[in-house]
């Protein structure tokens, strides 16, 4: 029985390894650094938006291998950190001037921002009050488009924030339209706590941060 | 069947099974916990400079410069532990191409494997040659088994080092060894966040993007030519795009309405997982990236985000607030077989799954309130909080070998990027300028 038991044993482990390798086989098929990019890609993002039809391929090519010791070691040509940044300075100034433009127009109008307590998306009566506020601005501009943005204090992960941040800003858009505003006129967006006001790590900064912030949008 | 078949039969699976996820490496519990545990005693005789070159940067010498990296590497690899000869009262002179005699008496002392070289510069001033000789002495055979010859530019001192550390790595474990991966992350320029990739140590970062808005939580795909991320192109509306880090080009993946974030590439690049709210809240979806076809993977009132896969590539865990706050749950990549499998604190995020299988590292709260890194079993059986005191701790990621994690903290003040093992030991702070560095993630091996 004991016999018996261990040869089971073997083939298993055995099938096991070798499900275990193959995926590693596939490793060394393909060699050289600067392999050909694949297609360049389309789909610049719609409207309505969707998924691109256009996909480099991003499956093993094992470049850039180890060749083991040798005792008689030949020279091996060191390359490497070809990196290069597609750097667009342009970029980075046009969208501080559409983030001014935005607060410029949304100063103007006196829209004002709610505030959200630790981990929560409520409204509170102080949030309705403002959104009031903000809600007869938009009706009476029927012509303007407003964005709610949502926003976290530092505290809990980046992702899980981006999460947060849209609830806060679907719960400040949803309880416009319940005042309403109409719903073409609004977009949300979440900003996690990527975009913070104050950066102290204290709770008078996080309740600055915990916001949504309702900015009439000026740009795309 | 009597119960002790049944008991073996089980064994023999479960080895079966380590063996599929570690494939054939050693474990890194094991090794975190074993007190027996043995690493291989190393030696780094030194990196004689030739032909009197300095290095450009700050007239030190060539040789010294890669021995400096060259151990930091070798101290990092978890695979041996580094031995001072002179501490052993060993002093060895000017090294040549064979061994020296004096490495006898340290293999006497125990050291395994002893390893030396050389480096220089040529003397053309206008653009100078680097040339690097590395040996490797083993006590076992009391010979020199093997060396590397390298040359090229003075830009790539660093990876000649790494090279070599990698080589050694390889030569006694059978692995590609971690000193040539690349640490992708997210750094604060102006008001702006922008993605970034170093060396594993910090050091050689360069800017991928520069678009001056946010790109968040990048993720490499498995051939380390690509990076897929989080972008906001326009402010409003959040993509998943993919660049190529060669070229700077970029594709943009996922565009639908609503939040597009955390994308994750599966280990043989088949499959992009990604979290959208196209469709109400925020769901997982999985894109065939050949056939293009999306299949949405949950459907629950709650959000769910931040799929990290399985190596083995047929399971996923996410983190989703369907219970509350949110928590770490697991499924297979169709999405069936969802199970919850972290219970205790009232919020664990941001799963990310180790390459060997056997551990998930997670951002949990602790019962001060802490945001810290936890570990816990696939299986939920083993739970260990890995960081501890102040300052909020985010973004977990492996290295390809298991051994160690990077992570986010702001346990300094700012968000800077920290090492740590995976028992919790060496922590080690790899970013130092810049005003918020977060979200970083390990390249795969090569």
Redesign the interface.
Known sequence: ?KRL?SA??VP??F???M???S??SSKAIQSGG??Q?AQ??A????D????????????????????????N?????????????????G??????E??RAEQAASAAAGLRDVFFAY?SFAISEEGRQVLARNAEWIKSNPGVYV?VEGHCD???????N??LG??RAKAARNYLVELGVAPKQL?I????K??PVC?E?AESCYSQNRRGHVVV?T?? | MTFRTVVIISLCLSVGLAWIIESGATDVFLEATRPDFQKIPLAVAGIDNIGGADSPEGRIRLGNRIEEILKADVRRSLVFSLVDLPGLGIKVGNLGTGPNPEFKKAAEQGVSVIVWGKAGMTNDAKDPDVNMDGYVYDAGSNEMVGGKRYAGSTSVVRLMAHRFADELVFRYTGEPGIARTKIAYVSEQGSARELFVMDYDGHDSRQLTADGFLNLMPRWSPDRRFIVFTAYRNRNTQNIDMIELATGKRWTLVSLSGLNITPALSPDGNFLAFASSHEGNSELYSLDTRTKAMQRLTVHAGGDLSPSWAPSGRELVFASDRSGGPQIFLMSMDGTNVRRLTFEGDYNAAPAWSPRGNWIAYVCRSPKKEYKICLITPDGQKRVQLTAGPGVDDSPSWSPDGRHLVFSSTAGGKSQIYMINADGKDLERITFTGTHNSAPAWSPAS
């Open positions: 029985m038991q089971m044993c298993l482990i099938g096991s390894i499900l275990g390798l995926g590693c600067d392999s990019p360049q890609g789909a610049k993002g719609s309505e938006g969707g998924v691109s039809q256009n996909i480099p391929d991003t499956s093993f090519s094992g470049q850039d291998g180890l060749r083991g010791l040798d005792k070691p030949s020279e091996e040509r060191v390359g490497g950190n070809t990196l290069t940044a597609k750097a667009d300075p970029s980075a100034s046009r969208q501080m559409e983030i981990d964005k530092e505290r809990g992960t980046s992702a899980y981006l999460v849209e609830k977009s967006v979440s900003y996690g990527e975009r950066t790590h949008k740009g795309k």
